[in-house]
């Protein structure tokens, strides 16, 4: 694809050399330059009367990429909503609503688009406490697709669209702000929810490492779930505790259960941000601190340090007796707010 396309190949050359430079600083200037050169010709596809589409998406997520690895905390997330501008320019019509994805699920490289975008996006949905910029069901997959390991989520798929439900209620609940939402309605798509987590079943797979890295986005998923009904639902946070602890504590067993620096922890960043956000256990705190530290010294994803910062934080507060707003445990969200960070947990 880049060889027959300069807008993708300026990307992938920035993307590089950004990863490139965080290994070794003198990089630095030549990866800004390319950054730049890219950015000039994703401008340049964008309005010129021959667009690409699928080579501006590409380009789109590959610049979120760049962002998330080098530690940003706000600019990943423009680049995603470009990523979602130019899905919606080129599936939307003046008589729907409906965004008809048909047109990236005929090529293999469209669909790997898409389920790329749909892991960024949805992933985003989980930090920003919103609903994914796109609502359409299970719309990365593709007939047999879903059943192949995917380079993103493994064989997550189905736990990937359960995490876009959950933040799909939660976004419906923040629309009623005036409380006006049905109860009944709340809690029955959350035990719906909750019991698709529980009788999921992973894929047939001989790959262990897949198979701990699918369980622990099932757990991560609960987490989600169980944060939102106690988000909504506080009188039930004394419930709700125990079960996100058993969850917590699962993911720290399958974590440990993974090879330092396997293919599968490139790709463990959602789990380890929702376990650590919930331990207080020393040696589950432990664990998470050291597997983040280790992918920041070998993959050099600097992401994974600025979430590392946020669990930090997090874990000296409540170490040292500091609440929260209302007098109750301090969260991730509210190092997030006093930071204005956006994290990009992809």
């Not at 950015?39 to 760049?66: D, G, K, V, Y």
């Not at 530690?71 to 019509?93: P, Q």
């Not at 010294?297 to 600025?306: C, G, I, S």
Request: include cysteine.
């Amino acid at each position: 694809m880049s060889m027959e396309s300069p807008l993708l190949l300026n990307a992938i050359i920035a993307w590089s050399s950004s990863h490139l430079a965080l290994r070794i600083k003198s990089y630095e200037s030549i990866a800004i330059a390319n950054r730049c050169l890219a950015l000039q010709s994703l401008s340049a596809s964008l309005s010129s009367t021959t667009r690409n589409p699928e080579m501006e998406l590409a380009s789109c997520l590959i610049h979120c990429a760049i962002e998330s690895i080098t530690g940003d905390t706000k600019e990943w997330f423009n680049h995603l909503v470009g990523a979602y501008e130019v899905i919606r320019s080129v599936t939307s019509s003046q008589d729907s609503l409906q965004l008809d994805l048909s047109r990236f699920g005929t090529t293999f490289e469209g669909r790997w688009l898409l389920r790329s975008f749909a892991y960024h996006d949805i992933l985003m949905t989980v930090v920003e406490d919103r609903k994914p910029l796109i609502i359409a069901g299970e719309y990365w997959n593709f007939g047999s697709d879903a059943l192949v390991a995917d380079s993103y989520f493994g064989l997550a798929s189905r736990l990937m669209y359960l995490i876009s439900r959950i933040s799909i209620l939660n976004g419906d609940m923040m629309d009623c702000a005036d409380g006006s939402a049905s109860a009944e309605s709340f809690s029955h798509e959350a035990q719906t929810i909750q019991q698709e987590l529980v009788l999921w079943k992973c894929g047939q797979s001989d790959n262990a490492m897949l198979i701990h890295l699918a369980e622990t986005y099932r757990s991560a998923a609960l987490i989600h779930l169980f944060r939102t009904i106690r988000q909504h639902r506080p009188q039930l946070t004394a419930t709700l505790a125990p079960r996100i602890a058993t969850q917590a504590k699962e993911i720290v067993t399958r974590i440990e259960k993974l090879p330092a620096n396997c293919l599968a922890e490139s790709s463990l960043l959602l789990p380890l941000f929702m376990a650590g956000g919930e331990v207080e256990e020393p040696e589950q705190i432990a664990v998470i601190r050291h597997r983040m530290q280790d992918i920041v010294e070998v993959r050099q994803f600097h992401n994974v340090q600025a979430v590392l910062t946020v669990l930090e934080e997090v874990w000296h507060l409540r170490a040292t007796g500091v609440l929260g707003p209302g007098r109750r445990k301090v969260d991730w969200k509210d190092v997030l707010a006093r930071r204005k960070w956006m994290l990009s947990i992809t």
